[in-house]
Each structure stands twice: as structure tokens, then as C-alpha cells.
């Protein structure tokens, strides 16, 4: 599967969680961020848009 964008991937991990597990959707923000492939404003700005932001929230603040 190509990506075309880190961020909205990420987002994506966050939105179907229940089906592939907190924690690869935590593993996926933790490796984008530290890869530095996306910002924390365009991670939270994907989270907006997959209507997700109020769950990655927390973990975005312990990143950054």
C-alpha cells in the first residue's frame, strides 16, 4: 500500500483502531513524529479531519 501522506495515515490508525489495535495506531504516530515525515500541526490538522482529534490528543501532547 503506498502513502501519500504520513500524517492522514496516522489519522487513519487513530479512526480504525478497534480493528487493528491502540497500539499499532500508537506505534504509527510514535515512528511518524520521531521520522519526522510529519509535523505536530499536520498530525493534528489530519486529526481533525478523520474526526479523531480528540483521541490522539493526549498522545500528541506527550510527544510534543
Known sequence: MRVF??????????????KIGLEVAR????????????????LFTAAKVCRVARVMQPYL???G
Open 5 to 18: 501522506d504520513p500524517a492522514k495515515t496516522v489519522a487513519d490508525c487513530f479512526k480504525y483502531r478497534n
Open 27 to 42: 506505534e504509527a504516530l510514535r515512528d511518524c513524529y520521531r521520522q519526522r515525515k510529519a509535523t505536530m500541526d499536520e
Open 61 to 63: 501532547e506527550l510527544l
